[in-house]
């Protein structure tokens, strides 16, 4: 069973910055695109940002040029680096295995799911 385990939310003011982790079991991580979504409550779970098996990187509008996602093979391991965050980033931030290598920015691409980690922007 694949396992995925976030980490590094957390509670920051406006114009800082947060590192979350997110750690994939399974020996075939590099085979599969992943992705963090993020979702607040009465809202639907939202497309952040996305990276292929390959590579290939992909943000929604509202994070570009803010966050950036990269991934590490040999640790099983995607990366979100914010940084300028906003209050409206305020969400539960979730991290997603897509079931194939190519990304796709929607939430039915991908069949595996972390728990999520907390990020808060503050005023």
């Known amino acids: 069973q694949v396992q995925l385990v976030e980490s590094g939310g957390g509670l920051v003011q406006a114009g800082g910055s947060l590192r979350l982790s997110c750690i994939v079991s399974?020996?075939?991580?590099?085979?599969?695109?992943m992705g963090w979504f993020r979702q607040t409550p009465g809202k639907e779970r939202e497309f952040v940002s996305g990276i292929s098996g390959g590579g290939n990187m992909r943000y929604a509008d509202s994070v570009q040029g803010r966050f950036t996602i990269s991934r590490d093979n040999a640790k099983n391991t995607v990366y979100l680096q914010m940084n300028s965050l906003k209050p409206e980033d305020t969400a539960l931030y979730y991290c997603?295995?897509?079931?194939?290598?190519?990304?796709?920015?929607?939430?039915?691409?991908?069949?595996?799911w972390g728990q999520g980690t907390q990020v808060t922007v503050t005023s």
């Open positions: 997603a295995r897509s079931a194939g290598i190519v990304l796709h920015a929607n939430t039915s691409a991908f069949n595996y």
């Open positions: 399974g020996r075939t991580f590099r085979n599969y695109a």
